[in-house]
């Protein structure tokens, strides 16, 4: 699964990365979390970034409020779920980070948080799908979620999901309105783990309300609580 991610880049860096127009208040985000207003690139806005709640809301089930929604779906079987089949075919997306976090499990109760990043942390984009849907309130609102994969061997330590990174040439036939389901399929598939790093961060970013760049230092597990230590 992915539950939290960065974007701790600047307006420019997004927009020489992502060639997409950013809203000049945009500021840097270390500590993402579900129900957020975030930005993502659509397949029909491929030249500016929109911004959409995390947490989708299928056809089928509206007027649910943000946070009762689903965060991730299995790319193995987006094109075959009725709640996601249309999301695949129609509405795509992309969305931009330099990071993602899991936790590793050291017994019932501890737990490590990890952030994984490209080798050079630059900017990468994750596989999505949006939809549009009907508050309580009868406004519309758009959302989003992220497609996750079996892991690679780096992610694979920590959990058994990764979210799906694309190429900016995956990220061509992601966002092509024409691509073919077949095409969109294989480009579905683990990020290369040579190509990524992992580290251990603080528990400050067990916090959502912690959004600073605090939560992506480099922390020794030791110093997490004081007693803690890896297994492996």
Known sequence: MCGRYSLSKSKIELEERFQAEMLPEFKPRYNIAPTQLVPVITSGSSKGFSFFYWGITPEFGKNKPVAQKLINAKAETVDQKISFKSSFQKRRCIIPADGFYEWKKLGKKTKIPYRFTLREAELFSMAGI????????????????????????????????????????????????????????????????????????????????????AVMRKTSPMDQHGNYTLFG
Do not use: A, C
């Open 130 to 213: 949006w939809e549009e849907y009907e508050t309580l309130n009868g406004e519309i609102q758009h959302t989003f979620l992220i497609l996750t994969t079996t892991p690679n061997e780096i992610v694979s330590e920590i959990h058994d999901r990764m979210p799906v990174i694309l190429t900016k040439q995956q990220e061509k036939v992601w966002l092509d309105s024409y691509s073919k389901e077949e095409d969109l399929k294989q480009i579905l598939s683990p990020f290369s783990s040579d190509l990524m790093i992992s580290y251990t961060v603080s528990p400050l970013v067990n916090t959502v309300q912690n959004d600073t760049p």
